[in-house]
């Protein structure tokens, strides 16, 4: 008998696992990057570009690392890096390095040494960055800004190995890691999106609806990002308009997450290597462009908050567990603690869906997937058979 081919996936879909009912929902929250602001992938050719001249000029590396250009095809989310060893790879579920992923530079390393580095495939938990994605040998590309620097950290180690140029692979991952960082905290990243943010920022006209839609349902809308306000605020002009502030009941900048999740009521939360830090929220002055040292003892609509930690956010506003749902993009800064510790519901972005969907419901996908369940069921026949056939001659 036939097997079906498997139904297609409804690439608008919403995808649970955990029951959810939006009817518990009263207040929701978002994140900015990656959630209400979509980037092109023009930004992660500019954070590449960026953060190369940044080697070449600020931590004088070779000039000839001017001509790299980015591959966006490269890495994809989710692989690890060995930061001593100047390893990429894909682990499983289980801590163990899958044969074949393995690179240094661009060149595949052969099995027989991956076997021989790890003393087998299986890599210990303590080698492995910790809850917060904190320390550790391995480090994990969780969030869509990762994807830009492991492309350059190979990039820039396959220059070195090509041109028999000797590096220490803990200095080359630091030095790449603080120029990325760098393009971000400097305010680079920032100023070249803002002078043309149609080339950087999807303009999607269903966002003004969704607001709209949970504040004419009673919601209460709220807004924590890491960005700094003038960025949100030219980033929320372009995608909502002038009056985008109206649409949210608080909303808080230069949070600092992870820390505005995990560092609480000036408790430090057991995993994070951070300092114990007491984090009141800050207003900030929209006009003087700073933020000021008054103390603040609640939070109202119409303000711009910064720092902060969620404890106060909870005690201001009285928005607490699962009748919150906020929306993120990255597992530890936005998901985590809000989800474990805080008892919110939460809701990932994942923008990698869109082209695995499109793959599960290709023709050439479908057409293997049955191809596959047919060989699964042959096999258990044929075991089927074989057992019988042993009863009967025993």
């Known amino acids: 008998m036939a097997q079906a081919a498997p139904p297609d996936i409804d690439p608008k879909a919403v995808f649970c696992n955990n029951e959810l009912s939006l009817r518990d929902i009263e207040v929701y ?11 092109t992938r023009g930004l992660h050719f500019l954070i590449y570009r960026l953060a190369t001249h940044v080697l070449i000029d600020k931590y ?51 099995d027989s040494e991956v ?38 950290l190979s990039d820039v180690a396959e220059h070195f190995i090509k041109n028999n140029i000797q590096y220490d692979a803990d200095y080359l991952f630091n030095d790449v890691k603080s120029a990325v960082e760098f393009v971000h905290i400097s305010g680079l990243m920032h100023q070249e999106i803002m002078k043309d943010l149609g080339k950087y920022v999807e303009k999607e006209a269903g966002l003004r609806t969704l607001l709209d839609r949970l504040k004419n349902a009673g919601k209460s809308i ?35 997450k992870p820390k505005f ?33 008054n103390m603040v003892t609640k939070l109202e609509k119409g303000n711009i908050y910064a720092e902060g930690n969620i404890d106060h956010f909870k005690e201001m506003t009285g928005w607490v567990g699962s009748k919150v ?3 993120g993009d990255h597992v530890y800064s936005d998901l985590a603690d809000p989800a474990i510790r805080h008892g919110w519901r939460t809701g990932a972005i994942i923008p990698e869906l869109e082209h695995e969907i499109k793959v599960m419901n290709s023709p050439t996908y479908k057409t293997t997937i049955v191809w596959l369940q047919a060989l699964q069921t042959l096999i258990a026949n044929m075991q089927v058979i074989a057992l019988l056939l042993m009863h009967f001659f025993n």
Do not use: C
């Open 29 to 39: 929250g978002f994140d900015f990057d990656y959630t209400l602001a979509i980037y």
């Open 115 to 152: 076997r021989q580095l790890y003393e087998g495939l299986h890599v210990t938990i303590d080698r492995l960055n910790n809850f917060y994605g904190y320390g550790a040998h391995m480090q994990q590309l969780v969030d869509m800004f990762s994807l830009p620097e492991i492309a350059l």
């Open 222 to 256: 709220f807004l924590i990002t890491n960005s700094g306000y003038a960025f949100v605020s030219k980033g929320m002009q372009y995608l909502l308009g002038d009056h985008w502030r109206d649409m949210f009941d608080i909303i808080v900048t230069k949070a600092g």
């Open 261 to 293: 999740f995990s560092e609480t009521g000036g408790h430090q939360v057991s995993g994070s290597s951070a300092p114990s830090m007491h984090r009141p929220f800050r207003y900030y002055d929209v006009e003087k462009r700073a933020r000021t040292w």
């Open 325 to 327: 749902l906020y929306f």
């Open 60 to 110: 004088k590396y070779p000039k000839g690392l001017g001509e790299l250009t980015y591959d966006p095809a490269f890495a994809v989310r989710g692989l690890h890096y060995d930061v001593h060893k100047g390893l990429l790879m894909k682990l499983d579920a289980f801590h163990k390095v899958q044969l074949g992923t393995v690179t240094r530079g661009h060149t595949q390393v052969p």
